[in-house]
């Protein structure tokens, strides 16, 4: 036998699941565990010691199927399941089984991944070392050493792994890979940026894989993803991985949200194309999709604001929105043309965000919501720039009774959109009759409800009013 704690030429790969038979059965470890007495003890006699060592690091034999990648040609694997349902074990196994050897000095397939996640701190503390992370499931003889001021992971066979935020995309501007692992790509604010700068990086090797362990959300990047002839799929619910997991837990999150739209998505690892009772549908959206935009008679900014300041405080929506406005009301035609919204940058921030966006695009005036503001949200701007023309409106209805008749002017193929708009379109497709189900508030939704009521919906009402004529 070899001295080495694991020596992965004592049990071949694929040895431990070509010792199970029949699809249902779920690891070998459950099949060993419900196998006869006299056909465990044989088991174990002739994997011998080498393979007793080996056999607790040996994730095919304890993965359930959605946690083994599949076979074939593919570039990215997506493991989109439930909450607790063992993704990040799952990606953190696959890492392993990219870099390393037959023994722990040995290279394997990859010597340069990328490790990347929302945060520095998620990919270190979940990625890397949570309690599913890599340096959990890795055995003493090939655990690799976490060089924290590098933001690096160095194998005993040289082989390298790199931690990424996905709130810097540039930061991958440079770096080359030949794997990577990225964890909850639908929940990232800047998904598609840095997915996109992700794929220019993984360049070296004969064929460079990504495995992305995520919870499905309906963000574009995703679905793209998913879309893609070069991607495979596993899929697993929470309850797949339920002898890991509290059975007061389980029992908790069934009785509360089994049966509802949060419960399909976090639970069942279900990707819902749109919110039950939707005031915008994807398919409405891509229906709207413009590449060329005409001359427009009138341009506006509209600015939702955020009164308080600091990463934590809700973003600060500002979107832009053109409009033709020749002719009756009924053929009048908007144009959304950018989603400048900001978050964390404080009141003089997005005073200032807003401002650059009307003289990016011509705008002729600026509206802006100051229910919570006030008159500081004037003063602000104003302080920015004196002489910008200014309209506050005020809410005197609830976010959806304000929504309707802009969600009716896309109903009726009177609104457009630009390429590049896809967190807009997020929160546009969770706002429903029942009100917001995404998170947070939807600050973006608001500023387009404001321009389009500014440019189209109240014009239009005013157009139609009776006059009154005085004798």
């Known amino acids: 036998m070899s001295n080495n704690v694991t020596d992965k030429r004592e049990l071949p790969k694929g040895a431990m699941r070509s010792t199970l038979s029949g699809p249902d059965l779920r690891s070998g470890a459950d099949w060993l565990a419900s196998a006869p007495a006299a056909v465990r003890d044989r088991f174990l006699s002739e994997i011998g010691e080498g393979g007793l060592c080996a056999l607790p690091f040996l994730f095919e034999f304890w993965a359930l199927p959605h946690q083994l990648p599949p076979e074939g040609d593919w570039r990215s694997w997506v493991i989109m399941g439930g909450r607790g349902a063992g993704k990040t074990r799952a990606g953190a196994e696959w890492v392993r089984s990219m870099v390393e050897g037959g ?57 390298e792994a790199q931690a990424f935020s996905a709130h810097d995309p540039e930061g991958l501007r440079g770096p080359q890979f030949d794997a990577a692992w990225v964890d909850e790509l639908a929940k990232w604010k800047k998904a598609g940026e840095t997915w996109d700068m992700l794929q220019f990086a993984l360049r070296l090797g004969e064929r460079p894989r990504v495995c992305v362990t995520t919870t499905p959300r309906n963000v574009k990047v995703l679905k793209d993803l998913l879309a893609a002839p070069s991607t495979v799929v596993t899929h697993a619910p929470t309850e797949a ?7 007061s837990f389980l029992e908790e999150v069934r009785a509360r949200y089994a049966g509802t739209r949060l419960g ?29 935009v005409p001359e427009l ?102 976010k959806v009774a304000r929504a309707e008749p802009v969600a009716a002017l896309y109903e009726q193929g009177r609104v457009f959109h630009v390429a590049g708009l896809e967190a807009l379109e997020e929160q546009m497709c969770q706002m429903t009759a029942r009100g917001y189900e995404g998170q947070g508030s939807p600050d973006r939704v608001d500023a387009l409800v404001w321009a389009l009521h500014e440019l189209v919906v109240g014009p239009a009402a005013a157009y139609r009013r009776p006059r009154v004529r005085v004798l």
Do not use: H
């Open 241 to 247: 991985n339920r002898a890991n997991l509290a059975e």
């Open 297 to 398: 008679d009138r341009v506006v900014v509209a600015l939702d604001p955020a009164v308080t300041g600091g990463s934590g405080a809700d973003a600060c929506g500002i979107v832009v929105v053109g409009a033709q406005l020749q002719g009756p009301p009924e053929d009048w035609r908007a144009y959304v043309l950018a989603d400048r919204t900001v978050q964390g940058v404080g009141p003089a921030g997005w005073a200032r965000a807003a401002i650059d966006a009307m003289d990016e695009f011509g705008a002729e005036r600026m509206v802006a919501e100051v229910n919570q503001g006030g008159q500081l949200v004037e003063e602000v701007v104003r302080q920015v720039d004196p002489l910008v023309p200014f309209r506050a409106v005020r809410a005197s209805r609830g």
């Open 103 to 159: 023994k722990p000095f040995d290279e394997g397939e990859a010597r340069r991944v990328a490790l990347v996640g929302e945060t520095f701190d998620q990919v270190r503390d979940v990625m890397i070392f949570g309690d599913s992370g890599i340096m959990q499931c890795s055995p003493p003889d090939r655990r690799p050493q976490w060089k924290a001021s590098e933001r690096k992971l160095v194998w005993p066979n040289g082989a």
């Open 264 to 292: 399909r998505q976090e639970l069942d690892g279900v990707l819902l194309a749109d919110a039950e009772g939707a005031l915008w549908t994807g398919s409405m959206l891509d229906a709207a999709r413009v590449k060329a």
